[in-house]
């Protein structure tokens, strides 16, 4: 099977912006399998020391797999060989640089039979990355861009509520109308918290 991917001049990772491409990860629903292939790759990594290169690099290559639909639609597909997918990984990995790490684990998963799984080990890894990191993840879609300072004081307080450093996904979602949603984790948004929130909220409607 030979099929051409076509790639754009510029490198995959910096074409959609940091929130775009987050946002789309942190949407992934994660299967136990995802979260058992990240949590292996992320003790591999650990013991190399380039946890950061390694969740930079499946980022990449989940970036990839958005903005090539030849990608998916090799990877994902019942019909293809298990030999194909393996290849058009190797080609994908060369062509944005990734390590023999990432690489060969990315092989490995298609060899399993595991690569409708992938955008889910991505998930998987950034999140046990950031709980390894003591990383509280956060995600917030608003109607409309928001600004710096709209971000950070969201970033303040989520703090408030889990203490540490905070990484937050930011998305744009038209269907929202107005204002903005934002999920912490699993965890519920205490009263004081969602009453700030509340006001932004308002202020964002009367803008």
């Keep these: 099977m030979s099929v ?11 074409r959609k912006t940091t929130g775009e491409l987050l946002s789309a990860i942190s949407s992934v629903q994660v299967s136990p399998a995802a979260t058992r292939y990240a949590s ?8 190399q020391g380039v946890i950061p290169q390694t969740e930079t690099e ?9 903005e090539v639909p030849e ?6 597909s019942p ?21 023999t790490l990432v690489s060969n684990f990315l092989g490995v998963v298609a060899t399993n039979s595991r690569a409708t799984e992938l955008p889910g080990m991505v998930k998987a890894f950034r999140d046990l990355s950031a709980e390894r990191r003591g ?14 300072a709209q971000v950070e004081e969201l970033k303040s307080l989520v703090a408030s509520v889990a203490g540490g450093e905070v990484s937050m996904d930011v998305d744009v979602d038209p269907a ?7 999920k912490i984790g699993s965890r519920l948004i205490d009263a004081s918290v969602k009453s ?3 006001r932004m909220n308002l202020a964002m409607k009367g803008a």
């Design 71 to 76: 990608i998916g639609a090799i990877l994902f």
């Design 135 to 148: 990383v509280t993840r956060a995600s917030v879609k608003s109607a409309h861009a928001l600004t710096d």
């Design 40 to 47: 292996a790759l992320l003790d591999l990594a650990a013991e």
């Design 176 to 182: 929202l109308i107005a204002g903005f949603q934002l």
């Design 58 to 66: 499946l980022t990449a290559f989940g970036s990839a797999l958005a």
């Design 196 to 198: 700030k929130l509340d």
């Design 4 to 14: 051409k991917l076509v790639f754009k001049s510029e490198p995959i990772s910096v």
């Design 79 to 99: 019909t293809v060989k298990t030999e194909d997918k393996v290849a058009t990984i190797a080609t994908v990995s060369e062509k944005i640089g990734l390590s």
